[in-house]
């Protein structure tokens, strides 16, 4: 079995060497044209670029009292307009402050929005979104490791006739049996 799985790896190794001599040798400017334009459905993130100030309220597993939100965030585009950087304070109640970090971009692959999130708080968060109605009402779903685990979370987002976002976020433990946190809250444009 052994010489088998030896021979096996010693001929794909051959193929894998055979196949990358045979690359087609290329210029600069043909590998800079094959660059690929960036997707239309970027533009539904300008929705989301600026300085912001929100508040809300959360609800937490275990504590009876509901605790008031704030904060801000910074929100711009980078990577020459390929992807959404947010850099966000955060205050919930006794709980102290917290910073994060956000980045957003459209994979035309999935046909999805992702998002990747880490904050002072210690958790690190892979996500999807999409829109409907032009960008004006937006789902979330995602995934977050921190200092109470593996957590999954749903969110929608409003972008309101005024500009301003009212937004609503449940945080799950146990794969999704258990509600550990909810949010709500409004934002507005500083």
């Known amino acids: 079995m052994l010489s088998r799985n030896a021979s096996y790896l010693t001929f794909s190794s051959f ?11 290329m210029t600069v400017e043909q590998m800079k044209s094959m660059k690929p334009q960036k997707p239309a459905e970027l533009k539904y993130l300008d929705a989301f670029v600026g300085n912001w100030e929100g508040e ?7 504590l009876d009292e ?4 704030s ?12 992807y959404l950087v947010g ?13 994060g970090l956000e980045t957003w971009t ?11 999130w880490v904050d002072s708080y210690g958790s690190v968060g892979t996500g999807i979104s999409w829109h409907e109605g032009e960008g004006k009402k937006w789902h979330m779903k995602a995934t ?7 957590s999954t979370m749903k ?10 976002m009212t937004w609503d976020w449940s945080e799950y433990a146990m794969g999704g049996l258990m509600k550990t946190m909810e949010m709500k809250g409004t934002s507005h444009r500083r």
């Open 155 to 164: 969110g929608n987002v409003n972008i309101n006739p005024d500009g301003s």
């Open 15 to 25: 193929i894998l060497v055979m196949f990358a001599g045979c690359m087609p040798k």
């Open 144 to 150: 977050s490791h921190g200092p109470f685990g593996k």
């Open 106 to 116: 459209y994979d035309t692959h999935s046909k999805k929005y992702r998002s990747t």
């Open 66 to 69: 509901v605790m008031k939100t």
């Open 87 to 99: 850099r966000n304070i955060y205050s919930m109640g006794e709980m102290g402050e917290m910073k």
């Open 56 to 62: 809300g309220e959360a609800k937490m597993a275990g």
């Open 71 to 82: 904060g801000t965030s910074e929100t711009t585009w980078e990577g020459d307009g390929w």
